[in-house]
């Protein structure tokens, strides 16, 4: 009953077009009701409590990191630096945009920032080369959803403070999962453009590529810096957060000079929005967090999936088919809010390790932003490259499947995670 009183005035909230984060607080207040225990103080208390913590502070600075990077010339030199090292090859377009998605991933940690990027940077240019538009919108959506996968991530971020899971420990277990997605969209691109008739760019010579590497070389720098100061303990992720705006900062405004002061107050602005929505949606999610902890969810959803705790290969199987039914309905960051705190008991009674399932579960949440009919990534690419969504939903498929293959790939096998995570973890 207490199960469906939640979902009921969640589910409710939304249909009558209610913003997410109201509608987390009308469930907890319907869960309070229903409790017995409604209390105003302790409904305001949770929503500032949800919000006071020290590693959220990080998602603003990723947030600014990003806005800096597509306006200040950093991701538009990591494309040139990829267009230079494999655009001459059948099909190089879609190569240049997987290679850059996965480098641009390692800077801005945010899907929407690097799907958006992309779709202005190179649909274009797989258009005039012949390639279908559809598909070419496909494949660039499917590869930015390996933003929030490979470190600096904001989904990584949220999810560990709302799990109490080490940030540092999921960033480095991302990494290895994040490039194999790359290769997937690789294989699967290559697949189905064996046989289109395209007009391929001619081919850079060393010099071009030396170019490309060393204007594009302070941009590359910043991944760098983030994961080995975080292998080595130098600075916290929050920490490397605010290292990554700055440093942002300083290459788009003196190195590169493309970002001029007069932009920053803008920049901030964008960043500052941006950053409202998030928080507020986890501050109004700690409400229901806690409800959920008080009404006894966790242990309730532990005795519904007590026959498949002997296997938690199964039990995977399960919570990730469940996660994809809610990511067609929901934005990731609501979806990692609202059942981190109801999986994370269970994953813990099963004995999975809790930093290979948030893994899974942040790649899962991911690929959730270009599954139909809400699809956040999706309508990014249709806006930004101005095309109906039906064309993008019927691009992205071929390639949200070979997404999902790997994710259960990684269910099956623990250890293409854990092999990788444990010796960048030491």
């Known amino acids: 009953m207490t199960v469906a009183i ?6 409710g909230a939304m249909a009558l077009g209610i913003p997410i ?3 987390l607080l009308a469930s907890g207040v319907a869960l309070m009701v229903h409790l017995d225990m409604f209390d105003a103080q302790i409904l305001a208390q949770n929503v500032i409590n949800g919000a006071d913590s020290f590693p959220l502070l990080a998602v603003p600075f990723f947030m600014l990191a990003g806005e800096i990077m597509n306006v200040g010339g950093l991701s538009k030199r990591i494309v040139n630096l990829a267009l230079a090292c494999v655009g001459h090859i059948r099909g190089g377009l879609g190569y240049v945009t997987i290679m850059a998605a996965v480098l641009l991933s390692a800077l801005s940690g945010s899907a929407v920032a690097d799907a ?18 559809a598909r070419s919108g496909g494949l660039i959506a499917a590869a930015g959803v390996i933003g929030p996968v490979i470190p600096p991530s904001i989904g990584f971020v949220i999810f560990g403070v709302a799990g109490n899971v080490s940030i540092s420990k999921l960033f480095m277990a991302g990494i290895f999962p994040g490039l194999l997605i790359g290769a997937a969209l690789w294989g699967t691109w290559w697949w189905l453009g064996r046989r289109e008739a395209i007009v391929t760019p001619q081919r850079q010579g060393a010099r071009e590529i030396w170019v490309a590497l060393r204007q594009s070389g ?3 720098m910043l991944p760098v810096i983030i994961l080995v100061g975080l292998r080595m303990g130098v600075f916290t992720p929050t920490e490397a957060a605010v290292v990554a705006a700055v440093y942002a900062l300083f290459v788009a405004t003196v190195v590169y000079r493309e970002l001029k002061w007069s932009q920053l107050g803008g920049l901030f602005v964008s960043a500052a929005r941006t950053t409202a929505v998030v928080m507020f949606l ?38 990730m088919v469940l996660c994809m039914a809610v990511g067609t309905a929901m934005d990731m960051t609501p979806t990692i809010l609202i059942l981190t705190p109801v999986l994370m008991p ?6 999975i390790d809790p930093v290979y ?9 991911s690929i959730g932003l270009i599954t139909p009919p809400v699809g956040t990534v999706l309508n990014v690419v249709a806006g930004v490259g101005r095309m109906k969504m039906d064309e993008v939903t019927r691009g992205v498929l071929p390639f949200m499947a070979a997404e999902f293959a790997v994710m259960f790939l990684m269910v099956l096998f623990p250890s293409l995670v854990t092999v990788p995570a444990r010796w960048l973890t030491g």
């Open 346 to 351: 269970v994953v813990k009674a099963a004995g």
């Open 116 to 133: 958006a990027a992309l779709t202005a940077l190179l649909l274009p240019m797989m258009v005039k080369a012949g390639h279908d538009k």
């Open 6 to 11: 939640f979902l009921g005035a969640l589910m």
């Open 357 to 365: 399932f948030g893994v899974l579960f942040i790649i899962n949440n």
């Open 21 to 23: 984060a109201f509608a």
């Open 282 to 319: 986890v501050a109004a999610a700690m409400v229901s967090a806690w409800l959920i902890t008080v009404a006894d969810l966790p242990n309730k959803m532990i005795a519904m999936l007590e026959p498949l705790m002997g296997s938690p290969t199964l039990l995977l199987i399960a919570i």
């Open 218 to 220: 302070w941009a590359l």
